[in-house]
């Protein structure tokens, strides 16, 4: 249940109701009507701006609206006050019992809670960490993972159909550069002396193992020794398979799954791209043209090109985009068209694209084809994830003895954990840099955000475990503390977090709509920090904890704790992270 949309269901029947009656006109565009949590808990519980968005086609001043409207909502059965503020704010106060039956909600969903149909089974195609498969994962790439798959957790828990794919950059020179690099590898397994890596090459001691592997295949061994042009694409298929095989190994370890590969190289061979340049042909979007110089390029050192130009300054683009190379080949981008081409037509209308900072300038351009493609019907959400810098105890982490220029993902995973790492990478907005200190992540302090969190859902099963105790008998799941009287719940506190605990399903509508997996980690805080402060109070004060002589306030605490538990498991759950029940 969605208290603020719920109350928004409200406030247009009222204003049907006053239509009907005749007091306000009809036809009212009411979409603009926001519920919201007021800024400051003083105010009240639901705020609303229908009054101020309504005023002016109402024929009447917002407060004289807000005045109308406020008084027919106070006679909700709820409500305990509907007070008009500022130009025409409306803020309601609701009543104790109305949250009490916020908390049975809780028990009675389970980690359900906060699940929707929001998305009606609409297909979403989310992509994400489309490494290049030339090495093992770096802690980069984490970044990118975590959020794509909050992202795509998000979206199914509030009823969107979504396919979690990964765009294998198999095509063009660094594959060949890694076929020759896993080469020198296979001669060196073979007893060969490969002398020092050529620059450009792939000197990283995780191709070791793939060098050693292709020299074991018999199928091989002749066409290692014999010209690059027999043994390059062999190899190249080879070394993709094994890098691939890598790559889908170190997502597991972070808990991360695709639904679907999808290989740059069969888009090509296959046609697709010529596929996608004659459909932009057919809209008359392609025309031969040369490009001005790049910024800051003397013109004594640009040369003119004539180049097959697609029109993406006519879909907001800063420039036109060359489709072809100078040698007739295409272009990344052209590439990129053919793949986003291709999800549109297998159902994903609406795309989300992950991508790492460094892919910044490359966003308008990737817009311009997808609405230029799709005739404005497609729908494309590109996420930048901002660097992320390794530290250990404040100091930059130096780079990896394996992969010989950068830390490898699984380096890190093996070191802190992955529900470390989920976490972490979503504690702040994918489009701010974020600092990942090995030793402050591991720390059982409250500034650790992963271990604030995960000690209140340990706490609450502390709770249970000493009530069955102290209790042998009382039934302590969801469903059954549900039916409890939760009467004696009456403390301010206990009531905050019950309303902490009913905007969750708020919290994962607008994350979800937003793609912001970020949002999740905040509430999981602030939830956290609402039920220690509760805990603590129990600590000076013994009337207040969860486990008294009086059964019946022990049973209606039990199912607040049950419920907070509960909720913070579903938010857990969002970011792939799992609950614990003790610390260790």
């Known amino acids: 249940m969605n208290v603020f949309n719920d109350f928004k269901s409200e406030i247009l029947k009222v204003l049907e109701d006053l239509q009907d009656e005749g007091l306000l006109p009809s036809g009212l565009d009411c979409a603009a009507i926001a519920c919201t949590p007021p800024k400051e808990a003083v105010h009240g519980d639901i705020s609303t701006n229908a009054a101020l968005v309504l005023a002016r086609s109402a024929g009447s001043s917002p407060r004289d609206l807000a005045d109308l409207l406020a008084e027919r909502l106070a006679a909700h059965s709820s ?24 908390l049975r909600d809780v028990l009675e969903a389970g980690i359900g809670y906060g699940d929707s149909e929001l998305g009606q089974g609409r297909s979403v195609n989310v992509e994400f960490v489309s490494a290049n498969p030339t090495g093992p994962l770096h802690v980069g790439h984490a970044r990118g993972a975590v959020v794509g798959d909050g992202v795509a957790a998000l979206l199914e828990k509030v009823g969107y159909a979504v396919t979690r794919e990964f765009y294998i950059n198999d095509a063009g020179a660094q594959v060949d550069q890694l076929a020759r690099s896993v080469h020198r590898r296979a001669l060196e397994a073979l007893g060969g002396d490969i002398g020092p890596f050529p620059e450009g090459l792939y000197p990283g001691e995780y191709l070791k193992q793939v060098g050693s592997d292709l020299a074991a295949q018999e199928d091989m061994l002749l066409a290692l020794e014999g010209p690059e042009e027999e043994w390059l694409p062999k190899v190249r298929a080879f070394a993709i398979a094994a890098m691939m095989e890598l790559i ?52 004594d050192d640009w040369e003119e090109r004539p180049q097959a130009l697609f029109k993406s300054t006519q879909f907001g683009d800063d ?17 990129d068209i053919a793949y986003h081409l291709d999800k549109y037509r297998r159902g994903g209308t609406t795309m989300i694209d992950v991508w790492g900072a460094d892919h910044g300038g490359y966003v308008k351009r990737m817009g311009a084809a997808v609405a230029a493609l799709t005739e404005g019907e497609g729908v494309l959400d590109v996420k930048l994830c901002q660097l992320v810098n390794l530290l250990d105890a404040g100091a930059p982490v130096k780079m990896s003895k394996r992969a010989g220029t950068f830390v490898t993902l699984r380096e890190v995973v093996d070191q802190v954990g992955k529900d470390v790492i989920r976490f972490i990478m979503v504690t702040r907005s994918n489009d701010a840099a974020l600092d990942f200190d090995l030793k402050a992540v591991t720390e059982q302090t ?22 069955a105790q102290q209790f042998p008998g009382m039934e302590l799941d969801g469903p059954a503390l549900a039916k409890a009287g939760l009467d004696p719940l009456r403390a301010d506190e206990e009531i905050a977090l019950i309303k902490l605990m009913a905007a969750w399903p708020r919290i994962v509508e607008g994350a979800a709509l937003a793609h912001e997996p970020h949002r999740v980690a905040t509430y999981l805080q602030d939830l956290a920090a609402a039920f220690h402060g509760l805990w603590n109070k129990g600590n000076s004060d013994a009337d207040a904890r969860f486990l008294v002589d009086d059964e019946a306030v022990t049973r209606a605490r039990l199912a607040l704790v049950r419920g907070l538990a509960l909720v913070i498991a579903s938010g857990l759950a969002v970011l792939g992270v799992e609950p614990v029940e003790e610390m260790r």
């Open 79 to 102: 409500v305990t006050e509907a007070l008009v503020a500022g130009p025409g704010f409306i803020n309601l106060r609701l009543d104790r019992k109305f949250w009490l039956g916020r």
């Open 446 to 467: 409250r500034d650790n955000p992963v271990f604030y969190v995960q000690y209140a859902h340990a706490r609450a099963c502390s709770v249970f475990r000493n009530a």
């Open 319 to 335: 420039v036109d985009r060359p489709l072809r190379k100078l040698d007739g080949s295409w272009t990344y981008f052209a590439t």
């Open 248 to 299: 889908k190994d170190d997502l597991k370890a972070l808990g991360v799954a695709h639904d679907r590969f999808s290989s740059e190289n069969a888009l090509v061979d296959g046609g697709s791209v010529d596929e996608a340049f004659a459909l932009l042909e057919e809209k008359g979007l392609i025309y031969t043209g040369t490009l001005a110089p790049p910024r800051g390029m003397k013109p």
